[in-house]
């Protein structure tokens, strides 16, 4: 189901709340969201005609039962059970040739990422976030195994944005690999994919797996790509935006602060650079994004569902992964925050 099935099921079914009055990028779809917890359609962002913006559509498992597919009423034991089945049979991917996402190609020079409503979430944020639910694509440049993560991306230029992340992390590995020879580590980043991908690319897979295969499996449906042009890496077909480019080798800069999952304004002085190299986006697109720092977020939900699949780590020390899973099978979220808080002064973690 890609995201504009999601959204219609979710339309039908009248879980769907949507924005018609004119809305600004700048704190207020943020507020909005945090606010609200229900799935939001943004129809009328102000100095962006045509586009939309979609946030909270997994903020409770009733929600993310129907992205698996099942009833919404389903009862949360029989969800995990269906999810963790389902992880336990991956599906490789299948590479198509035609995508919506082609519908326009942006050339190089034209290249600006404030084409589309990238929202300022919160007034703790330092700047607008392309990435807060989106996924990196890369690959290791030694073995060319792929990594599908979720790692956010500040916008800093118009073809320029941060990439927030630990050196442990898959994408750290690739980068620093990358490094070793001097050379930029090709990544593709896209957005508004379907709800499934999304939970794959979440999950603490062992280095080396395809989270496109772990998105198959959950989706009980092989996942469709298209191979990206100016990088050697692949993208879900169903996507509403592709943002191809690398990342810059040897550089850092600062991302953030940023409210972040632990509901704490969080900095990261290491972030990577990355600068896109090509960008296409569907006609009318649906720009996806998340407002996180509240307990029980969205992004919580899925932390909680991967927590029973034992599929959450957060690249952190085995001792915080102690603390922090058993609250998050609990949904004990806010103490889930405050630990958080705590091992976010960790050095090895996506921010500090
Ligand atoms: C909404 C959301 C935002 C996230 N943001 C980040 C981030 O900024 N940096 C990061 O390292 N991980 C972030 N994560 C967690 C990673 O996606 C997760 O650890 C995933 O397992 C990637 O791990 P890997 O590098 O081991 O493949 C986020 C997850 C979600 C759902």
Redesign the pocket.
Known sequence: MDLRAFIEVLSTQDHLRRVPRPVDWKFEIGTITREQQVPLLFENVKGYPGHRVFTNGLSSPGLIALALGLEYGEDLNTIIKAAKGRSQNPLPPEMVTESSVLQNVVPFQQIDFLTFPIPQWSTQDTGRYLG??HINVSKDPDTGTR??????MQVLGPKQATV???PT????RHVAKAERTGRPLPMAVAIGVSETV?MA?????P?GFD?YELAGGLETRSLRLIKCQTVNLEVPAESEIVIEGFVQPGVRVQDGPYL??AGKANTNPKAFVFEATRLTYRNHPIFRG?S?GIPGA??HQ??SLLAHLS?????GRRSRQRIQNPLLRKRLFRAFQFAGRLGAFHPRT??R
Not at 147 to 152: A, I, K, Q, S
């Open positions: 807060t639910w990594n599908v993560g979720v790692y956010r927030s992340t630990s992390s898959d994408l750290g999304m690319a979440s999950a603490a897979c280095y989270e972040d999952y998340s996180v969205e992004d899925v932390f599929l959450v780590d957060f690249h996506w921010g």
